[in-house]
T-cell receptor
Framework: GAVVSQHPSRVICKSGTSVKIECRSLDFQATTMFWYRQFPKQSLMLMATSNEGSKATYEQGVEKDKFLINHASLTLSTLTVTSAHPEDSSFYIC????????????FGPGTRLTVL | QKEVEQDPGPLSVPEGAIVSLNCTYSNSAFQYFMWYRQYSRKGPELLMYTYSSGNKEDGRFTAQVDKSSKYISLFIRDSQPSDSATYLCAMRLNTGFQKLVFGTGTRLLVSP
């Protein structure tokens, strides 16, 4: 299957700093990528849809100025958590479908963010 | 009411048992139904998918969809300790936009 990577796998930062998480499709092009957040023992919650060459679409309740998404190429989307606070500590996962109309989404391994 | 309901478990079974995992949903417009397996601190991996109603079998796994009852199931035969993971159901509409709606996940523990 197609491979999606994320970097870093784990990051610890101080409150008030910004953290950038990268999501890459390694062997296919992804015009769309999805960013999810998962709290312990909870399901994946879609945060936003990242669209190559255009603005991201955010889900209701997700602050677009806090969670900046950039999809500058067909293989890379980045999520920047700005002015991070302890409540932003979570597991962030990206996914990408390998083509339009394809049912399957390939998930990255996730990034665990801890804000002190 | 959540769009997708799933018992979080944990569900503990002995090795070799048949496991039944289930989800119910409220949106009758969902057309694609998927089961993902997620190991601790890892991203989900797709196990099975079904379009509309019916059954699908792949090795030890069988997925069932009953749209009339808004109920989907995943059966695991001859369960193995390596099957211990969290199983997430997910579903989406039959449109070009591929947003998935996930259940909370059921944690499965298979003891040797």
């Amino acid at each position: 299957g197609a491979v999606v990577s994320q970097h870093p796998s784990r990051v610890i930062c101080k409150s008030g700093t910004s953290v950038k998480i990268e999501c890459r499709s390694l062997d296919f092009q992804a015009t769309t990528m999805f960013w999810y957040r998962q709290f312990p023992k909870q399901s994946l919650m879609l945060m936003a849809t990242s669209n190559e060459g255009s603005k991201a679409t955010y889900e209701q309740g997700v602050e677009k100025d806090k969670f900046l998404i950039n999809h500058a190429s067909l293989t890379l989307s980045t999520l920047t958590v700005t002015s991070a606070h302890p409540e932003d500590s979570s597991f962030y996962i990206c996914s990408a479908p390998p083509g339009q109309g394809v049912y399957e989404q390939f998930f990255g391994p996730g990034t665990r963010l801890t804000v002190l | 009411q959540k769009e997708v309901e799933q018992d979080p478990g944990p569900l503990s079974v002995p090795e070799g048992a048949i496991v039944s995992l289930n989800c119910t949903y409220s949106n009758s417009a969902f057309q694609y139904f998927m089961w993902y397996r997620q190991y601790s601190r890892k991203g989900p991996e797709l196990l099975m998918y079904t379009y509309s109603s019916g059954n699908k079998e792949d090795g030890r796994f069988t997925a069932q969809v009953d749209k009339s009852s808004k109920y989907i199931s995943l059966f695991i035969r001859d369960s193995q300790p390596s099957d211990s993971a969290t199983y997430l159901c997910a579903m989406r509409l039959n449109t070009g936009f591929q947003k998935l709606v996930f259940g909370t996940g059921t944690r499965l523990l298979v003891s040797p």
